[in-house]
């Protein structure tokens, strides 16, 4: 339990300082000490549980325990003081209005049944957790380093703008603590509490530059947010009321005797739906690729947003053929297709990896609802391979924005002579994203699977459409990347020390994670599976078996082991491209037909009329709200 | 694995290059007698991809050798997998997989025919990959299992259940052997507006492993076809091979009478296919199955 | 007999011609006269051909092009001009813009004679072509093996220049 409380409070003491230090040098130091610590840390978590098993943790002082509770509250009336406050200033009063009656609901609450209650065990450690908290710890404080350079070049690039890098850092580091928090979190109170946190450490750096746009989409995200969180503050009503206790635990415990959960796991899960930027919530996501990338990295693609399909995820063992179930495999399943489908008609980089990421969380959420341990099997793993190959395409995106100026893939042509060493990285991200031996396809063929056993018919074809729009447009920012254009200069020695050293250990990360996959399937994913599930206690039947995942890894080494060998290795000679017999020799130009020099430009595909963003939005939100309408008619039908 | 298994693989890796070769001959021969020509010999593939190989090395760039050799690899090993026995889906995605090099080969050259060929190269497998998948999915719903090994040793084939997903497998079949109306990446037949498509840049070795490969996944798609119908024994097997050789003869004919369309009709027609033919067949299939409890 | 002459992969380009040969190059295509009987295929990328086939004459405009089609194919490879004013410029010898005969740009392997050459002739022309292509064939074998060596020998040259040192 130290490691916990350590894991909470070391960021929280690490993000202080930094806010303190002005100094580009001692930040750097604090930020990569705290970082090896912090990663340190998680690691041993990590193996303490290995071998001591799962746990729910007790706190035993009495004492501790009431300070932590007015410190939660004092601070969570602080912060909706703030929120309150802001939302006035910026003429956003339904930020104000959220504020103002989800926290004096809260505080009327823990005042009244709240306190009658006892929690017996606030904080858990499962393998679920202990997964969440390796991603948190090891690919988060990654991205933290990586900040490190990114954030020069950010000042350099808007110079005369005041630096507000201590506060940058201080709140990356807050987020880290508050996602421990969370995802250790047993008592619904507390996680609530952090989740909160995350929240608002989002606002704050969506709108970190702030431009009016950056104001708007921060002010967006925010309430979008706080409308999940009222669903999570009506869902711990409704445990406190109904079921008389805050655990997550506990609720799980009774739900397996037979009592029915069907009102707080559909709130819950709407709180994760929000936070998971599902439809209809998905345009705070999108609008958060305002912030800079870091942040984009870690909060809206590897980490906070991860912390909704957590809590889906978490209870999963209590979805399927019930309502709660029903509305989290539709809401997920419309996300996946229509996010995907929006993807194919971006060329903003940002933007494709954001419709990416709202469409995998879309696909882990459907997974979660659909409620059996193979689906649930794929969610997690999806959680594990998403959260480090979508950093490091991020992270790329980042460094390559820098250096090229422009985030457009069409400006990325070529990246393979101007940086060959980031186009090689980006390479391994974008294919492990959607080619076969690597990981988020093996957690798709096992979604598949699941998805077709559950025999929901709408969502079959949902991920079936959706995954083959994915590789259209995977596939075509990939072609863009590798295209060999001649006189391209080399730009790549500008890169900080820093975002190398993120980049290559996440790159590292990637490979591992795709190697390494059958073993901590079978030694966390699986354990974890068989005791949440209560129809698995024997074992899980896995969609992909292991003779499967074996020829999966062998596949990956040959695919690793190929280029070693032969890329770029020809004894060839080297002629140039046909341009129907008016090329001019470079590979870039042929004589027009006035005789007069034309460059070539090439230009990818979006299929506007086809994949227009904005009637994919359109229909997406419909249909999700026509989901979340039903559902809730039905709760309340059910209720009344 | 088995006994059985090791001998399909060897003889796929041996006879599928053989056996792709000769029909793509026939494939010459018959379109030659359809358009009341005498055509090339049987064995003109073969000449043509000796010919290739005998060809002065030259290359656009230092790397497209080695994408088209991937391209190569992983196409074996999708036959590899499935006439092993293996995993549908497995296979579904390595064939995605070696597809992908194939693009990605085509694109790194910076031409524009290529490269043009190549994005409908992407949008093809967009359109067909809907149909394909459902196709395994609707195997799997039947037999409970992907594994090629189970559908096959099952006495009940598969036809009977999946009567649609088969016609829309047919249809999407004109996509991957790269038939017209369908052939927008690239085209067996001469003077298109995309010169090449795809393999524009290829000469020489590199083409020849294209062509190879295509000839190994000509084989491995009818393969696909056999599937349906097979069942282990003698005379569903002798059926099966009559289909896989109507469904050939079937792509000939359609090449032979229809002039390329829009990449518009091949997204939507095959996107239709799968929802109507696919997914009423899924629809049917679960009504049996969770509706009246009928199953295999 | 070698592969490259069962399978001569053709690429036909029009240069300043009227078209009355070019129609008689597609005749060849047709169940009339249907040349795919030898392996030919009409490829319309000189990567992929073997075959040069000319029609009309060289100009100022186009003498590039003729010029860049015949680098881009691969060797071995042959040029056949089909029709009269391919082998000499016919009865546009006089205007303003012509060069000449294809022979001006490239060289030449065989000329098919006529205005407009028949297809007769032209698959005759073609016929010829390929002999010639064989022999280029084994001049590029050859060549290709001496490379070959001489590149072996330069690598053991290096090696013991390294051991030397």
Known sequence: MAVIFFLILFPLAAALILLAVKNDTARGVVVIAASVVIGAASVLLAVQHYFSGDALYHIADEFINEIVEYAMTAIEVCLAVIVFALGIKHKKYLASALAAVQTPLMLWFERSTGRLIEVKNPLVVDNLTVIMTLIVGIVGTLICVYALGYMKDFQRHNHGAP??????????????????????????????????????????????????????????????????????????????????????????????????????????????????????????????????????????????????????????????????????????GITF?????????????????????????????????????AAAWAAVMLIIFHAVTKSLLFLCVGTAEHNIGSRDIEDMDGLFDRMPRLAALMTAGISAMFLAPFGMLVSKWAALQAVVVSGNLPLVLFVVFGSSVTLFYWGKWLGKMTAVMAGRENIQRQVHAEEWTALCALTALVVIACLTFPIYSDKIVVPYLMTAFPNAREGVALAVSSDNMWILVVMIALIILLPLMFFGKTKKKIVPIYMAGAGLGDDLSFTGAMQEKKEVSLRNWYMEGYFGEKKMNRIGVTAACVVLAITFSMLLGGML | MNTTAIISVIAYVALAPAAGGLLAG?????????????????????????????????????????YVLCCLIFMIITGGFFFAGGSLLLVIFTLTTASVFMVVAAYSSNSPYAQIGASRELLQIMAYEPMVLITAIGFFIVYRS??????????????????????????????????????????????????????????????????????????????????????????????????????????????????????????????????????????????????????? | ?????????????????????????????????????????????????????????????????????????????????????????????ECYNIIGGVDKAIPVDVYVPGCAARPEAIIDGVVKGLSVLEEKRKSLKEELAAETVKAGMDFKAEGEEREGA
Request: one cysteine or more; hydrophobic letters at 55%; a positive charge.
């Open chain 2, 146 to 296: 992907f594994n090629v090994a189970d559908i096959i040793a099952h006495p009940a084939p598969a036809v009977h259940y999946l009567a649609g997903i088969f016609l829309g497998f047919v249809f999407i079949l004109t996509i991957k052997f790269r038939k017209s109306p369908f052939d927008l990446s690239m085209s067996h037949h001469a003077h298109q507006e995309l010169v090449k498509g795809l393999t524009t840049e290829f000469s020489g070795k590199t083409l020849a492993m294209i062509e190879l490969s295509h000839w190994y996944e000509n084989i491995f798609l009818l393969g696909f076809v056999f599937l349906f119908f097979a069942n282990g024994t003698t005379q569903w097997t002798v059926i099966a091979v009559l289909a896989c050789l109507l469904a050939y003869f079937l792509e000939i004919f359609i090449d032979n009478s229809y002039a390329r369309m829009k990449w518009q009709i091949a997204v939507n027609s095959s996107w239709i296919v799968a929802l109507t033919a696919g997914g009423v067949n899924l629809l049917v299939l679960y009504f049996a199955i969770f509706g009246f409890g009928l199953g295999v």
């Open chain 1, 163 to 332: 630096d507000r890098r201590p506060w940058f850092f201080f709140l990356l580091f807050l987020f880290l603590a508050a996602m421990f928090g969370l995802v250790t979190s047993n008592n619904l109170v507390w996680m609530y509490f952090f989740w909160e946190i995350t929240t608002l450490c989002s606002f704050f750096l969506i709108g970190f530059t702030k431009t009016p746009e950056a104001v708007n989409n921060s002010f967006r995200a925010l309430i979008m947010n706080l409308l999940g969180g009222l669903g999570f503050a009506l869902a711990i009503m409704v445990a406190g009321n109904w079921y008389q206790t805050l655990e997550i635990s506990q609720l799980l415990a009774m739900a397996q005797q037979g009592i029915d959960m069907t009102v707080p796991v559909v709130l819950l899960s709407f709180a994760g739906i929000a936070k998971a930027a599902q439809m209809p919530f998905n345009s705070w996501l999108l609008g958060a690729m305002v912030a800079p990338t870091p942040t984009s990295a870690l909060l809206h693609s590897s980490t906070m947003v991860k912390a909704g399909v957590f809590l889906i995820v978490k209870l999963s063992p209590l979805m399927g053929w019930n309502l709660g179930g029903f509305m989290v495999m539709m809401v997920g």
């Open chain 3, 1 to 93: 007999m070698s592969y490259v002459t069962k399978s001569p992969w053709i690429i036909h380009y029009d240069g300043s011609s009227c078209n009355g040969c070019d129609i008689e190059v597609l005749a060849c295509l047709t169940p009339m006269y249907d040349v795919e009987r030898f392996g030919v295929i009409n490829t319309g990328n000189p990567k992929h051909a073997d075959i040069f086939l000319v029609t009309g004459s060289v100009n100022a405009q186009n003498i590039s092009v003729v010029k860049q089609i015949y680098e881009q194919m691969p060797r071995p490879k042959v040029v056949v001009a089909v029709g009269i004013c391919a082998a000499s410029a016919g009865i546009f010898k």
């Open chain 1, 337 to 373: 297709l229509m996010a995907s489908f929006a993807a194919v008609s971006q060329s903003n980089a940002k933007r494709v990896l954001a419709y990416s990421t709202v469409a995998n969380l879309g696909l882990i959420v459907a997974c979660a609802g659909v409620g059996t341990p």
């Open chain 2, 26 to 66: 026939f494939d010459r021969k018959i379109s030659a007698r359809m358009q009341g020509r005498v055509g090339p010999p049987l064995l003109q593939p073969f000449y043509d991809l000796f010919k290739l190989l005998e060809k002065e090395p030259v290359t656009v760039n230092r790397v497209q050798d080695f």
